[in-house]
């Protein structure tokens, strides 16, 4: 492997394990727009489930007790049903196009975080239906947070039990999109061998975030995300167009 890619993959796996640590989501919406150039599309979704995968994981332990389980496991279980139809997506669609639209929704979630907008919907069904809008984008693109983010966030939960939730519900999805892609050919040896030698900066961005989490200002952090967010799928769309 070059090492200049092996490089820049320990150093995005690093930032993006410290968002999530610290906010509960954005692995994904950080770097995939990243991975995307310098790997490629198909191969970025395949790493950043393995990588995403490896830090749920780990970050288990500290917040997954705060998790509401009954909703976790019915927004699984929709996603599971949504899963085979972004696979399907993911290996019929066009490189540049795929690069595309991932820039395109990184763009759209971080707009809708800014102005603060919910999904206000409550009750089994909509703990499904919101599970099943992130399986396609899983599969697809890699980026199964914003539906969910956007419920959670119009559910109201408190920090912690937000971030166990989504530990939990990602740990779960991002382990099941692997198994997918690897049975299905779309994961490669190489994109592998990156998240194994990408794994040890991933869990020292982990780290730090969990010690910021209680240091750092919610309202001044929420603006550095957006900030990275809005950079990151300006770069991957210019990018695809160009």
Known sequence: MDPVTVGIVMALAAVASMI????GFGFSLFIVPFLAMVVGPKETVALANLLGTAVNLTQLRSVGRAAERGMTARM??????GMPLGLAVLLAAEPRALQAGIAVCVLAFTGVLARGWQLRGRG????????????????STSMSGPPVVLYLQGRRLAPL?????????F??????????LLASGALTGRAAALAAAAFPASQAGRLAGNRLFRRFDERRFRLLVFAILLASACSALANALL
């Open 20 to 23: 999530q640590a610290l906010s």
């Open 76 to 81: 699984i279980a929709g996603c599971y049903a």
């Open 124 to 139: 089994p069904a909509w703990d499904v239906g919101t599970g099943f809008a992130s399986g396609i984008l899983n599969t």
């Open 161 to 169: 039990a937000f971030r166990g939730t989504t530990t939990v519900y």
């Open 171 to 180: 740990l779960a999805t991002s382990g099941g999109a692997a198994a997918m």
